[in-house]
């Protein structure tokens, strides 16, 4: 066999292996990174991304987000250590999220 002959089984075999089922859906889905390397990425990603601008820990768009947030990580059903953050940042999307919770 020539090295191209086996490009495609070996493909086919990697996507296979990386496939998975979701839990919380019952979906399929295909994980090329592990969650051991993911979710240290996710949490990196998150502080260097909340980290940029001044928090707003009170009044009531915080008291918004922590209802609206407690309410998004009960319907996920999920347990995860949810955690959200108001920015004062005017440029920055309005939210995002990471794997990992």
């Known amino acids: 066999m020539t090295p191209q002959?086996?490009?495609a089984p070996l493909v086919a075999l990697s996507l296979v292996a990386s496939c998975q089922i979701?839990?919380?859906?019952g979906r399929?889905?295909?994980?090329?990174?592990?969650e051991s390397v993911?979710?240290?990425?996710?949490?990196?990603?998150?502080?260097?991304e909340t980290g940029k601008f001044p928090l707003i820990t009170s009044g009531p768009e915080?008291?918004?987000?922590?209802?609206?947030?407690?309410?998004?990580a009960t319907a996920s059903?999920?347990?995860?250590?949810?955690?959200?953050?108001?920015?004062?940042?005017?440029?920055v999307?309005?939210?995002f999220g990471l794997p990992g919770g």
């Open 5 to 7: 002959s086996l490009l």
């Open 28 to 34: 399929s889905q295909t994980a090329w990174i592990p």
């Open 93 to 95: 999307p309005n939210a």
């Open 22 to 25: 979701v839990g919380e859906t």
């Open 77 to 91: 059903g999920l347990t995860a250590n949810w955690e959200f953050r108001l920015v004062d940042g005017p440029s």
């Open 38 to 48: 993911l979710v240290p990425m996710s949490l990196q990603a998150y502080e260097d």
């Open 62 to 72: 915080h008291a918004m987000l922590q209802r609206l947030g407690a309410r998004i």
